[in-house]
Protein backbone atom coordinates (compact mmCIF):
# COMPACT_ATOMS: atom_id res chain seq x y z
CA UNK A 1 0.00 0.00 0.00
CA UNK A 2 1.70 2.90 -1.33
CA UNK A 3 1.05 6.79 0.99
CA UNK A 4 -0.31 9.14 -1.15
CA UNK A 5 1.56 12.02 -2.67
CA UNK A 6 -0.15 14.54 -1.00
CA UNK A 7 0.20 13.23 2.00
CA UNK A 8 4.07 12.64 1.92
CA UNK A 9 4.45 16.50 0.93
CA UNK A 10 1.92 17.02 3.55
CA UNK A 11 4.39 15.45 5.91
CA UNK A 12 7.68 16.43 4.54
CA UNK A 13 6.26 19.72 5.52
CA UNK A 14 5.69 19.56 9.22
CA UNK A 15 8.39 18.38 10.89
CA UNK A 16 8.02 17.09 14.65
CA UNK A 17 9.62 18.37 17.25
CA UNK A 18 12.20 16.21 18.46
CA UNK A 19 12.53 14.60 14.52
CA UNK A 20 16.60 15.15 13.36
CA UNK A 21 15.23 15.98 9.13
CA UNK A 22 17.87 13.03 8.12
CA UNK A 23 16.19 11.12 10.59
CA UNK A 24 12.51 12.10 9.41
CA UNK A 25 13.13 11.51 5.93
CA UNK A 26 13.85 8.11 6.47
CA UNK A 27 10.99 7.35 8.32
CA UNK A 28 8.87 9.23 5.93
CA UNK A 29 10.55 6.74 3.42
CA UNK A 30 9.46 4.15 5.89
CA UNK A 31 5.93 4.75 5.88
CA UNK A 32 5.43 8.50 6.87
CA UNK A 33 4.96 7.93 10.84
CA UNK A 34 6.93 9.55 13.47
CA UNK A 35 6.90 10.52 17.17
CA UNK A 36 3.38 12.23 17.96
CA UNK A 37 2.07 9.82 15.39
CA UNK A 38 3.10 6.50 17.30
CA UNK A 39 1.95 8.18 20.72
CA UNK A 40 -2.07 8.44 18.90
CA UNK A 41 -4.27 5.78 19.81
CA UNK A 42 -5.91 6.35 16.31
CA UNK A 43 -2.58 5.56 14.57
CA UNK A 44 -3.14 3.96 11.06
CA UNK A 45 -0.66 0.42 11.10
CA UNK A 46 -1.83 0.39 7.24
CA UNK A 47 1.54 1.93 6.68
CA UNK A 48 3.83 -0.32 9.01
CA UNK A 49 3.17 -3.98 8.92
CA UNK A 50 1.08 -4.86 6.38
CA UNK A 51 3.75 -3.33 4.01
CA UNK A 52 6.36 -5.62 5.34
CA UNK A 53 4.27 -8.64 5.08
CA UNK A 54 3.49 -7.65 1.38
CA UNK A 55 6.89 -7.66 0.65
CA UNK A 56 7.60 -10.80 2.76
CA UNK A 57 4.72 -12.63 1.04
CA UNK A 58 4.99 -11.90 -2.66
CA UNK A 59 8.42 -12.90 -2.66
CA UNK A 60 8.04 -16.04 -0.59
CA UNK A 61 5.27 -16.47 -3.55
CA UNK A 62 7.13 -15.66 -6.35
CA UNK A 63 10.08 -18.06 -4.91
CA UNK A 64 9.24 -20.67 -2.71
CA UNK A 65 5.41 -21.15 -3.72
CA UNK A 66 4.55 -24.04 -1.92
CA UNK A 67 7.89 -25.12 -0.31
CA UNK A 68 8.19 -24.59 3.73
CA UNK A 69 10.24 -21.64 3.75
CA UNK A 70 12.39 -18.74 1.73
CA UNK A 71 15.88 -17.85 1.07
CA UNK A 72 15.46 -14.61 -0.22
CA UNK A 73 19.20 -13.68 -0.84
CA UNK A 74 18.97 -17.18 -3.16
CA UNK A 75 15.40 -16.67 -4.24
CA UNK A 76 14.43 -20.25 -3.79
CA UNK A 77 12.65 -22.47 -1.39
CA UNK A 78 14.13 -23.31 2.06
CA UNK A 79 13.07 -26.52 4.21
CA UNK A 80 13.86 -27.53 7.81
CA UNK A 81 13.73 -30.73 8.98
CA UNK A 82 11.43 -29.66 11.68
CA UNK A 83 8.36 -30.35 9.12
CA UNK A 84 9.80 -33.69 7.82
CA UNK A 85 7.86 -33.78 4.09
CA UNK A 86 4.84 -31.86 5.11
CA UNK A 87 5.24 -28.67 3.41
CA UNK A 88 3.62 -24.85 3.28
CA UNK A 89 4.60 -24.11 6.69
CA UNK A 90 4.65 -20.30 5.68
CA UNK A 91 1.51 -20.61 4.21
CA UNK A 92 -0.01 -22.21 7.26
CA UNK A 93 1.48 -20.37 9.66
CA UNK A 94 0.78 -16.49 7.49
CA UNK A 95 -3.14 -17.40 7.29
CA UNK A 96 -4.75 -15.30 10.34
CA UNK A 97 -2.17 -12.49 9.62
CA UNK A 98 -2.99 -12.76 6.41
CA UNK A 99 -6.86 -12.71 7.36
CA UNK A 100 -6.66 -9.65 9.93
CA UNK A 101 -4.53 -7.49 7.95
CA UNK A 102 -7.23 -7.66 5.65
CA UNK A 103 -5.20 -9.28 2.61
CA UNK A 104 -7.77 -10.85 1.44
CA UNK A 105 -6.73 -11.90 -1.98
CA UNK A 106 -3.52 -13.02 -0.55
CA UNK A 107 -5.89 -15.14 1.94
CA UNK A 108 -7.89 -16.73 -0.71
CA UNK A 109 -4.55 -18.19 -2.56
CA UNK A 110 -3.30 -19.47 0.17
CA UNK A 111 -6.68 -21.12 1.46
CA UNK A 112 -6.91 -22.97 -1.91
CA UNK A 113 -3.40 -23.92 -1.34
CA UNK A 114 -4.20 -25.34 1.75
CA UNK A 115 -7.14 -27.07 0.23
CA UNK A 116 -5.71 -28.84 -2.84
CA UNK A 117 -1.96 -29.23 -1.64
CA UNK A 118 -1.70 -29.53 2.21
CA UNK A 119 -0.85 -33.22 2.57
CA UNK A 120 0.13 -35.25 5.95
CA UNK A 121 0.25 -38.48 4.60
CA UNK A 122 3.67 -38.22 4.25
CA UNK A 123 6.68 -40.97 5.07
CA UNK A 124 8.48 -38.31 7.36
CA UNK A 125 9.75 -37.56 11.05
CA UNK A 126 8.40 -34.24 12.32
CA UNK A 127 9.05 -32.21 15.66
CA UNK A 128 5.72 -32.74 17.56
CA UNK A 129 5.91 -29.62 18.93
CA UNK A 130 6.43 -27.33 15.58
CA UNK A 131 4.13 -29.10 13.74
CA UNK A 132 2.05 -28.21 16.56
CA UNK A 133 2.42 -24.82 17.21
CA UNK A 134 2.64 -23.72 13.61
CA UNK A 135 0.20 -25.93 11.24
CA UNK A 136 -2.11 -26.62 14.13
CA UNK A 137 -2.04 -23.81 15.41
CA UNK A 138 -2.19 -21.88 12.12
CA UNK A 139 -5.31 -24.15 11.01
CA UNK A 140 -7.18 -23.14 14.04
CA UNK A 141 -6.82 -19.64 14.21
CA UNK A 142 -7.56 -19.44 10.58
CA UNK A 143 -10.72 -21.93 10.97
CA UNK A 144 -11.91 -19.59 14.16
CA UNK A 145 -11.34 -16.03 12.20
CA UNK A 146 -13.12 -17.33 8.25
CA UNK A 147 -15.16 -20.26 9.41
CA UNK A 148 -13.80 -22.35 6.54
CA UNK A 149 -14.74 -26.09 6.99
CA UNK A 150 -11.19 -26.42 5.09
CA UNK A 151 -9.39 -25.47 8.23
CA UNK A 152 -10.90 -27.14 11.25
CA UNK A 153 -11.27 -30.46 8.78
CA UNK A 154 -7.39 -30.54 7.90
CA UNK A 155 -6.12 -29.55 11.98
CA UNK A 156 -8.18 -32.09 13.13
CA UNK A 157 -6.50 -34.67 10.67
CA UNK A 158 -3.59 -33.27 11.63
CA UNK A 159 -3.78 -34.05 15.23
CA UNK A 160 -5.02 -37.68 14.81
CA UNK A 161 -1.46 -37.70 13.30
CA UNK A 162 0.22 -36.40 16.25
CA UNK A 163 -1.88 -39.30 18.73
CA UNK A 164 0.82 -42.24 18.69
CA UNK A 165 3.44 -39.51 20.25
CA UNK A 166 1.81 -39.68 23.05
CA UNK A 167 2.07 -44.02 23.10
CA UNK A 168 5.05 -44.08 25.74
CA UNK A 169 4.98 -45.77 29.76
CA UNK A 170 4.24 -42.29 30.76
CA UNK A 171 1.94 -40.25 28.27
CA UNK A 172 4.60 -37.43 27.91
CA UNK A 173 5.04 -37.35 24.43
CA UNK A 174 7.99 -38.05 22.08
CA UNK A 175 9.99 -34.80 20.91
CA UNK A 176 9.84 -36.86 16.98
CA UNK A 177 7.21 -38.71 15.22
CA UNK A 178 6.96 -40.54 12.31
CA UNK A 179 3.74 -39.64 10.75
CA UNK A 180 3.44 -42.56 8.91
CA UNK A 181 4.59 -45.24 10.89
CA UNK A 182 3.64 -43.65 14.28
CA UNK A 183 7.26 -44.48 15.78
CA UNK A 184 8.63 -41.99 18.06
CA UNK A 185 11.81 -40.80 19.95
CA UNK A 186 13.46 -37.92 21.12
CA UNK A 187 16.30 -35.85 20.45
CA UNK A 188 19.59 -37.86 20.63
CA UNK A 189 21.26 -34.79 22.94
CA UNK A 190 18.46 -34.60 25.29
CA UNK A 191 19.47 -35.64 29.00
CA UNK A 192 19.78 -39.54 28.48
CA UNK A 193 16.52 -39.51 26.07
CA UNK A 194 14.72 -36.84 27.69
CA UNK A 195 11.71 -35.28 26.33
CA UNK A 196 12.06 -31.39 26.66
CA UNK A 197 9.31 -29.08 28.75
CA UNK A 198 8.70 -26.22 26.19
CA UNK A 199 7.83 -29.09 23.92
CA UNK A 200 5.75 -31.39 25.51
CA UNK A 201 4.67 -28.26 27.30
CA UNK A 202 3.17 -26.50 24.30
CA UNK A 203 0.80 -29.10 22.99
CA UNK A 204 -2.10 -27.94 25.82
CA UNK A 205 -3.80 -25.30 24.00
CA UNK A 206 -4.37 -26.82 20.63
CA UNK A 207 -5.45 -29.76 22.10
CA UNK A 208 -7.51 -28.86 24.14
CA UNK A 209 -9.44 -26.57 21.39
CA UNK A 210 -8.86 -30.07 18.70
CA UNK A 211 -11.62 -31.77 21.36
CA UNK A 212 -13.23 -28.55 20.98
CA UNK A 213 -14.07 -28.75 17.24
CA UNK A 214 -14.28 -32.63 16.99
CA UNK A 215 -16.04 -34.02 19.69
CA UNK A 216 -13.40 -36.14 20.68
CA UNK A 217 -12.15 -35.85 24.43
CA UNK A 218 -8.78 -37.57 23.58
CA UNK A 219 -6.91 -34.61 22.85
CA UNK A 220 -7.49 -32.83 26.04
CA UNK A 221 -7.16 -36.26 28.21
CA UNK A 222 -3.86 -36.63 26.50
CA UNK A 223 -2.78 -32.84 27.58
CA UNK A 224 -4.36 -33.12 31.20
CA UNK A 225 -2.58 -36.57 31.68
CA UNK A 226 1.10 -34.24 31.44
CA UNK A 227 -0.33 -32.39 33.95
CA UNK A 228 -1.03 -35.46 36.43
CA UNK A 229 2.65 -36.51 35.49
CA UNK A 230 3.85 -33.00 36.62
CA UNK A 231 2.19 -32.59 39.63
CA UNK A 232 3.49 -36.32 41.26
CA UNK A 233 7.17 -34.94 40.60
CA UNK A 234 9.09 -33.42 43.16
CA UNK A 235 10.46 -29.48 41.79
CA UNK A 236 13.97 -28.74 42.66
CA UNK A 237 13.12 -25.33 44.59
CA UNK A 238 9.86 -25.31 43.36
CA UNK A 239 11.28 -25.03 39.73
CA UNK A 240 10.57 -27.46 36.67
CA UNK A 241 13.57 -28.93 35.36
CA UNK A 242 13.67 -28.96 31.28
CA UNK A 243 14.20 -32.48 30.51
CA UNK A 244 11.56 -35.18 31.63
CA UNK A 245 11.89 -38.78 30.49
CA UNK A 246 8.89 -40.33 29.26
CA UNK A 247 9.59 -44.09 30.07
CA UNK A 248 10.49 -43.76 33.94
CA UNK A 249 8.89 -40.55 34.28
CA UNK A 250 11.69 -38.40 36.24
CA UNK A 251 13.37 -35.54 35.92
CA UNK A 252 16.42 -35.09 33.71
CA UNK A 253 19.37 -33.06 34.31
CA UNK A 254 18.38 -30.06 36.64
CA UNK A 255 18.43 -27.26 34.33
CA UNK A 256 15.79 -24.68 34.25
CA UNK A 257 15.13 -21.99 31.79
CA UNK A 258 12.76 -19.92 31.18
CA UNK A 259 14.34 -19.37 27.51
CA UNK A 260 14.58 -22.38 25.09
CA UNK A 261 13.94 -25.71 26.63
CA UNK A 262 11.57 -24.11 29.17
CA UNK A 263 9.71 -21.26 27.99
CA UNK A 264 6.17 -21.89 26.59
CA UNK A 265 5.57 -24.30 29.35
CA UNK A 266 5.11 -21.91 31.64
CA UNK A 267 2.88 -19.59 28.75
CA UNK A 268 0.94 -22.43 28.46
CA UNK A 269 -0.06 -22.70 32.15
CA UNK A 270 -1.12 -19.11 31.99
CA UNK A 271 -3.33 -19.02 29.17
CA UNK A 272 -5.00 -22.19 29.48
CA UNK A 273 -6.26 -20.93 32.93
CA UNK A 274 -7.15 -17.69 30.88
CA UNK A 275 -8.45 -19.68 27.67
CA UNK A 276 -10.72 -21.71 30.18
CA UNK A 277 -12.33 -18.40 30.46
CA UNK A 278 -10.58 -18.65 34.11
CA UNK A 279 -12.42 -21.86 35.60
CA UNK A 280 -8.76 -24.03 35.26
CA UNK A 281 -7.77 -23.60 38.74
CA UNK A 282 -5.21 -26.16 38.56
CA UNK A 283 -3.70 -24.15 35.12
CA UNK A 284 -3.72 -20.94 37.09
CA UNK A 285 -1.97 -22.60 40.59
CA UNK A 286 0.63 -24.37 38.68
CA UNK A 287 1.69 -20.71 36.68
CA UNK A 288 1.52 -18.92 40.10
CA UNK A 289 3.43 -21.10 41.89
CA UNK A 290 6.12 -21.49 39.14
CA UNK A 291 6.07 -17.34 38.96
CA UNK A 292 6.95 -17.37 42.44
CA UNK A 293 9.48 -19.77 42.26
CA UNK A 294 11.40 -18.13 39.22
CA UNK A 295 11.62 -14.68 41.34
CA UNK A 296 12.78 -16.51 44.14
CA UNK A 297 15.52 -18.06 42.53
CA UNK A 298 16.07 -16.76 38.83
CA UNK A 299 15.36 -13.05 38.35
CA UNK A 300 18.23 -11.15 39.19
CA UNK A 301 19.16 -7.58 39.17
CA UNK A 302 22.50 -6.45 37.24
CA UNK A 303 24.65 -3.46 39.32
CA UNK A 304 23.19 -1.40 36.11
CA UNK A 305 20.15 -1.85 37.61
CA UNK A 306 18.66 -4.30 34.44
CA UNK A 307 16.50 -6.95 35.35
CA UNK A 308 16.99 -10.05 34.07
CA UNK A 309 16.23 -14.12 34.33
CA UNK A 310 19.34 -16.29 34.77
CA UNK A 311 19.65 -19.65 33.93
CA UNK A 312 19.76 -22.48 36.78
CA UNK A 313 22.03 -25.85 36.34
CA UNK A 314 21.93 -27.57 39.40
CA UNK A 315 21.48 -24.68 41.78
CA UNK A 316 24.14 -23.06 40.42
CA UNK A 317 23.22 -19.60 38.27
CA UNK A 318 24.65 -18.56 34.32
CA UNK A 319 24.30 -15.09 34.15
CA UNK A 320 22.48 -15.44 30.91
CA UNK A 321 19.19 -14.44 29.26
CA UNK A 322 17.81 -15.48 25.43
CA UNK A 323 16.17 -13.66 23.12
CA UNK A 324 13.22 -16.08 23.41
CA UNK A 325 13.24 -15.27 26.87
CA UNK A 326 11.88 -11.87 26.08
CA UNK A 327 8.43 -13.03 25.87
CA UNK A 328 8.31 -13.43 29.65
CA UNK A 329 8.18 -9.41 30.19
CA UNK A 330 4.47 -10.24 28.14
CA UNK A 331 3.36 -13.20 30.02
CA UNK A 332 4.60 -11.69 33.34
CA UNK A 333 2.29 -8.15 32.68
CA UNK A 334 -0.97 -10.22 31.16
CA UNK A 335 -0.80 -12.58 34.19
CA UNK A 336 -0.90 -9.72 36.47
CA UNK A 337 -4.89 -9.48 36.75
CA UNK A 338 -4.80 -13.10 38.05
CA UNK A 339 -1.69 -12.43 40.60
CA UNK A 340 -3.26 -11.89 44.21
CA UNK A 341 -4.28 -8.10 44.63
CA UNK A 342 -1.11 -7.68 46.38
CA UNK A 343 1.09 -8.78 43.94
CA UNK A 344 -0.64 -7.38 40.54
CA UNK A 345 1.49 -3.84 40.23
CA UNK A 346 4.11 -6.06 40.86
CA UNK A 347 3.75 -8.32 38.24
CA UNK A 348 3.03 -5.11 35.94
CA UNK A 349 6.25 -3.73 37.19
CA UNK A 350 8.59 -7.11 36.65
CA UNK A 351 6.74 -7.16 32.74
CA UNK A 352 8.39 -3.85 32.34
CA UNK A 353 11.48 -4.00 33.70
CA UNK A 354 12.23 -7.38 31.60
CA UNK A 355 10.96 -5.54 28.20
CA UNK A 356 13.33 -1.99 29.58
CA UNK A 357 16.15 -5.18 29.42
CA UNK A 358 15.31 -6.09 26.68
CA UNK A 359 15.16 -2.96 24.67
CA UNK A 360 18.54 -2.52 26.25
CA UNK A 361 19.74 -5.63 24.33
CA UNK A 362 18.53 -4.54 21.10
CA UNK A 363 19.81 -0.62 21.71
CA UNK A 364 23.47 -1.44 22.76
CA UNK A 365 23.88 -3.55 19.53
CA UNK A 366 25.72 -1.69 16.06
CA UNK A 367 22.28 -2.71 14.19
CA UNK A 368 19.46 -2.47 17.08
CA UNK A 369 18.24 -5.77 16.44
CA UNK A 370 18.88 -8.09 19.78
CA UNK A 371 21.42 -10.78 19.66
CA UNK A 372 20.33 -14.57 20.52
CA UNK A 373 21.45 -14.19 23.99
CA UNK A 374 22.89 -11.74 26.48
CA UNK A 375 24.81 -11.74 29.33
CA UNK A 376 25.68 -10.02 32.44
CA UNK A 377 29.20 -11.05 33.79
CA UNK A 378 32.59 -10.37 33.57
CA UNK A 379 31.59 -6.31 33.76
CA UNK A 380 29.06 -6.60 30.62
CA UNK A 381 25.46 -6.25 31.11
CA UNK A 382 22.80 -7.21 28.16
CA UNK A 383 25.38 -7.72 25.70
CA UNK A 384 26.32 -10.78 23.96
CA UNK A 385 30.08 -11.75 24.70
CA UNK A 386 30.30 -15.21 22.00
CA UNK A 387 30.27 -15.25 18.82
CA UNK A 388 27.55 -17.84 18.56
CA UNK A 389 25.13 -15.99 20.59
CA UNK A 390 25.45 -12.62 18.21
CA UNK A 391 22.99 -13.54 15.18
CA UNK A 392 19.24 -12.23 15.04
CA UNK A 393 17.02 -14.87 13.09
CA UNK A 394 14.09 -12.39 12.70
CA UNK A 395 12.46 -13.34 16.13
CA UNK A 396 9.36 -11.80 17.98
CA UNK A 397 9.90 -12.33 21.17
CA UNK A 398 10.92 -8.74 22.39
CA UNK A 399 7.81 -6.87 19.93
CA UNK A 400 5.70 -9.50 21.54
CA UNK A 401 6.74 -8.30 24.60
CA UNK A 402 6.59 -4.64 23.65
CA UNK A 403 2.68 -5.39 22.57
CA UNK A 404 1.86 -6.73 25.44
CA UNK A 405 2.66 -4.00 27.42
CA UNK A 406 1.44 -1.60 25.26
CA UNK A 407 -2.08 -2.79 25.18
CA UNK A 408 -1.99 -3.02 28.94
CA UNK A 409 -0.35 -0.01 30.15
CA UNK A 410 -0.54 2.17 26.89
CA UNK A 411 3.06 4.14 27.21
CA UNK A 412 4.08 4.96 23.98
CA UNK A 413 7.46 4.44 24.58
CA UNK A 414 6.45 1.11 23.96
CA UNK A 415 5.59 2.13 20.28
CA UNK A 416 8.81 4.01 20.08
CA UNK A 417 10.12 1.11 20.84
CA UNK A 418 8.60 -0.88 18.78
CA UNK A 419 8.93 1.68 15.70
CA UNK A 420 13.22 1.44 16.24
CA UNK A 421 12.91 -1.97 15.65
CA UNK A 422 10.84 -1.91 12.06
CA UNK A 423 13.89 0.85 11.26
CA UNK A 424 16.00 -1.59 11.93
CA UNK A 425 14.27 -4.31 10.18
CA UNK A 426 13.98 -2.27 7.46
CA UNK A 427 17.44 -1.05 7.26
CA UNK A 428 19.36 -4.53 7.75
CA UNK A 429 16.89 -7.10 7.25
CA UNK A 430 14.84 -5.96 4.51
CA UNK A 431 16.38 -7.62 0.84
CA UNK A 432 14.98 -7.46 -2.43
CA UNK A 433 14.21 -11.24 -2.42
CA UNK A 434 12.19 -10.70 1.38
CA UNK A 435 13.14 -10.21 4.34
CA UNK A 436 16.38 -12.11 5.96
CA UNK A 437 18.48 -12.78 9.36
CA UNK A 438 21.91 -11.37 10.34
CA UNK A 439 24.99 -13.50 11.49
CA UNK A 440 26.47 -10.58 13.75
CA UNK A 441 24.09 -7.26 15.16
CA UNK A 442 27.52 -6.01 16.44
CA UNK A 443 29.09 -5.80 12.89
CA UNK A 444 28.03 -2.76 11.02
CA UNK A 445 27.84 -4.41 7.35
CA UNK A 446 25.25 -6.80 7.35
CA UNK A 447 26.02 -10.37 6.57
CA UNK A 448 22.71 -12.03 6.14
CA UNK A 449 22.10 -15.88 6.91
CA UNK A 450 19.47 -16.20 3.89
CA UNK A 451 16.49 -17.52 5.57
CA UNK A 452 12.99 -15.71 5.76
CA UNK A 453 11.46 -17.63 8.69
CA UNK A 454 8.11 -18.82 8.89
CA UNK A 455 7.48 -17.36 12.41
CA UNK A 456 8.77 -13.86 11.22
CA UNK A 457 5.32 -13.82 9.05
CA UNK A 458 3.15 -15.44 11.74
CA UNK A 459 4.63 -13.64 14.97
CA UNK A 460 6.93 -10.57 14.27
CA UNK A 461 4.73 -8.55 11.55
CA UNK A 462 1.35 -9.51 13.63
CA UNK A 463 2.65 -8.44 16.91
CA UNK A 464 4.28 -5.19 14.95
CA UNK A 465 0.50 -4.93 13.55
CA UNK A 466 -1.29 -5.24 16.91
CA UNK A 467 0.80 -3.08 19.00
CA UNK A 468 0.12 -0.18 16.25
CA UNK A 469 -3.75 -1.17 15.98
CA UNK A 470 -6.43 -0.51 18.11
CA UNK A 471 -7.07 -2.74 21.18
CA UNK A 472 -10.70 -3.62 20.04
CA UNK A 473 -8.37 -6.08 17.14
CA UNK A 474 -8.42 -9.60 18.50
CA UNK A 475 -8.88 -8.14 22.27
CA UNK A 476 -7.38 -10.52 25.00
CA UNK A 477 -11.11 -10.53 26.21
CA UNK A 478 -12.11 -13.22 23.67
CA UNK A 479 -8.51 -14.23 22.34
CA UNK A 480 -5.08 -15.65 23.61
CA UNK A 481 -2.41 -16.76 21.41
CA UNK A 482 -0.53 -19.78 21.21
CA UNK A 483 3.14 -19.39 21.03
CA UNK A 484 3.11 -18.88 17.41
CA UNK A 485 1.01 -16.03 17.85
CA UNK A 486 -1.96 -17.53 16.29
CA UNK A 487 -5.15 -16.59 18.24
CA UNK A 488 -7.66 -18.97 19.40
CA UNK A 489 -11.23 -17.60 21.50
CA UNK A 490 -11.59 -18.22 24.89
CA UNK A 491 -13.92 -21.26 25.83
CA UNK A 492 -16.68 -20.09 27.63
CA UNK A 493 -18.74 -23.14 28.88
CA UNK A 494 -21.65 -22.68 26.64
CA UNK A 495 -18.96 -22.72 23.87
CA UNK A 496 -19.25 -26.75 24.00
CA UNK A 497 -22.84 -27.33 24.03
CA UNK A 498 -23.02 -24.94 21.12
CA UNK A 499 -20.58 -26.70 19.05
CA UNK A 500 -21.92 -30.38 19.78
CA UNK A 501 -25.29 -29.30 18.43
CA UNK A 502 -23.47 -28.41 14.98
CA UNK A 503 -22.20 -31.47 14.82
Not at 4 to 31: D, K, N, T
Not at 197 to 211: K, N
Request: hydrophobic letters at 35%; a negative charge; charged letters at 25%.
Amino acid sequence: MRMPSARIAELLCWVPQGCFPERYLFMVHLYGICCGFLQNKHFNPAFVSPQMMKHAWDNYKRYAWGLNELKPISKQGHSSNLFGNIQGATIVDALDTLYIMEMKEEFKEAKDWVEKNLDFNVNAEISVFEVNIRFVGGLLSAYYLSGEEIFRKKAVELGEKLLPAFNTPTGIPWALLNIKSGIGRNWPWASGGSSILAEFGTLHLEFVHLSHLSGNPVFAEKVMNIRKVLNRLDKPEGLYPNYLNPSSGQWGQHHVSIGGLGDSFYEYLLKAWLMSDKTDEEGKKMYYDAVQAIETHLIRKSSGGLTYIAEWKGGLLEHKMGHLTCFAGGMFALGADGAPSDKTGHHIELGAEIARTCHESYDRTSMKLGPEAFRFDGGVEAIATRQNEKYYILRPEVIETYMYMWRLTHDPKYRQWAWEAVEALEKHCRVDGGYSGIRDVYNNHESHDDVQQSFFLSETLKYLYLLFSDDDILPFEHWVFNTEAHPLPILHKEDGSKEEKQK
